[in-house]
């Protein structure tokens, strides 16, 4: 199906059924994202997706999947996920200031070299595979002081 042929479909249903325009379609195709559009209550799923970017502001209720996802390079600052923030695989070296993590942080794989000050994970870390692995468990949790993780950090 057309892209434009998609679109007439959106807006015919936003506008007749009051349904939204789905996150990810305004995403991929840069349609104008509202306040309401970047909070997301739900999961969000965009594993192995093509996009560069995530918009700032982007507050996600549940599970955030970006793994394998070579085309994203950095996330928004203060991105917050209230579960699980899956990073496996991607090719980011830091993580932004601000993040707040509800459940676990996984970088397994991932290319990360640092984490930023004042992170917060309410669950486990999980950093097989990453140059994080040189750090102890203590210089981990110092290094993003006075950002805190509240579970296990799993090697």
């Known amino acids: 199906m057309k892209k434009e042929t998609i679109k007439n479909i959106f807006t015919f249903l936003e506008g007749n059924e009051g349904r939204k325009t789905p996150f990810v379609w305004k995403l991929i195709n840069d349609e104008p994202l509202t306040e309401d559009d970047l909070h997301i209550k739900g999961d969000l799923d965009l594993t192995g997706s093509e996009i560069e970017e995530l918009p700032e502001g982007l507050k996600v209720g549940g599970d955030l999947y970006l793994e394998y ?8 600052e203060g991105l917050e996920v209230g579960n699980h923030l899956d990073l496996r695989g991607i090719n980011m070296e830091s993580l932004p200031k601000g993040l707040k993590v509800g459940g676990i ?44 993780i509240k579970g296990k950090i799993i090697r």
Do not use: H, N
Request: charged share 30%; hydrophobic share 35%; with cysteine.
């Open 69 to 76: 996802s070579s085309s994203i390079t950095s996330l928004p």
């Open 105 to 148: 942080l996984d970088l397994d794989e991932s290319a990360m070299e640092s984490l930023p000050k004042g992170l917060e994970v309410y669950g486990d870390l999980c950093i097989a595979d990453t140059r994080l692995e040189e750090y102890t468990d203590e210089q981990l949790r110092k290094i993003i002081l006075p950002g805190f």
